[in-house]
């Protein structure tokens, strides 16, 4: 009787021991999630890291994994699963750089979407409702004093003889479509006494200039999220009228995690719709300004808006 027992024993043990094993082989991938190197892509991957942790979805970082060819070659190849990327990027990614329809947020999004999920099988989540593009900000005494706030605004200002002096780097000038795509669009000419040409493309550059008025500068060549744009007193002005490409952060995910984990888009939907413009600037304004880690700064935008 005992023999019996033992071996019933030894059977159920063994029985156990298969479910186990089995339900590890089942066990679901943790979703790799990555990130460009720059400010702004870091405080957005750790937002969605620590979105998917908390909606218990297991997550490996990979957190500022290099600049946009090593992150599309990355995600493309199964390397990562998930980074935020803009929208107007499809634009080069797919040869329509000469194309009006990216300077249309959502026409942007839908052509991306299709255009990625049927060459590469990677979805483009909901964008946040901000703009990274190349962007003209003006000092806010200028902005407040004058109540300018769009490039219209500007346009008017600048052809009534409003003094104006614009810090810029000599590719935002030259190229077509920067800073005379700008003019076509609004009317407005700005001379050679009107510019102060920088080397590089570094807007930290081109901010301090404006922030301490280097030769008279009062505005600034910037993107539309930059950090130091709150904390230096600068408004980006509203391209009403789509001169620029719009540049909406949005999760881009393989289709085939996120058929695993479909969950992900209601997590992180909700979460990108909270990203205004002024609040990337603000969150990226704590880490590249303030010093903070953005690691903090994601724990406690989430926590922000859950009490909301």
Do not use: C
Not at 101 to 107: E, I, S
Not at 160 to 165: A, I, N, P, S, Y
């Amino acid at each position: 009787m005992n023999k019996l027992l033992t071996l019933v024993s030894r059977s159920v043990y063994l029985l156990g021991l298969a479910g186990a094993i089995g339900s590890q082989a089942l066990a679901k991938d943790p979703v790799v999630v990555s990130s460009k190197i720059d400010t702004e892509g870091s405080v957005l991957g750790h937002i969605i890291i620590q979105s998917l942790e908390a909606s218990g979805i297991p997550t490996t970082n990979r957190l500022q994994l290099g600049g946009t060819p090593i992150m599309r070659a990355a995600i493309i190849s199964g390397e990562i699963d998930l980074y935020p990327e803009y929208t107007g990027n499809g634009a080069f990614f797919f040869d329509e750089a000469d194309s009006d329809l990216w300077k249309d947020a959502d026409a942007a999004w839908a052509r991306v979407q299709e255009l990625d999920m049927q060459a590469n099988s990677l979805v483009w989540l909901q964008p946040a409702d901000a703009n990274n593009t190349w962007a003209m900000s003006i000092r806010g005494d200028l902005a407040r004093a004058h109540d300018l706030s769009s490039l219209e605004d500007l346009a008017q200002y600048i052809n009534q003889g409003g003094e104006f002096k614009f810090a810029a780097s000599a590719e935002f000038v030259e190229s077509p479509s920067a800073l005379p795509a700008f003019q076509a669009a609004y009317g407005f000419e700005l001379s050679a006494d009107q510019l102060l040409v920088l080397s590089g493309g570094n807007t930290a550059a081109t901010m301090r200039a404006a922030a301490l008025q280097t030769n008279g500068v009062n505005a600034a060549m910037t993107y539309g999220t930059d950090g130091g744009l709150a904390a230096l007193d600068l408004l980006v002005l509203e391209d009403t009228k789509g001169a620029q490409p719009v540049y909406q952060p949005a999760p881009l995910i393989r289709a085939q995690v996120l058929e695993t984990y479909p969950q992900i888009a209601e997590v992180l939907q909700p979460v990108f719709q909270q990203l205004s413009l002024e609040v990337l600037q603000q969150l990226n304004g704590e880490v590249a300004v303030n010093g903070a880690d953005p690691q903090q700064v994601a724990q406690e935008f989430l926590a922000s808006i859950a009490h909301d």
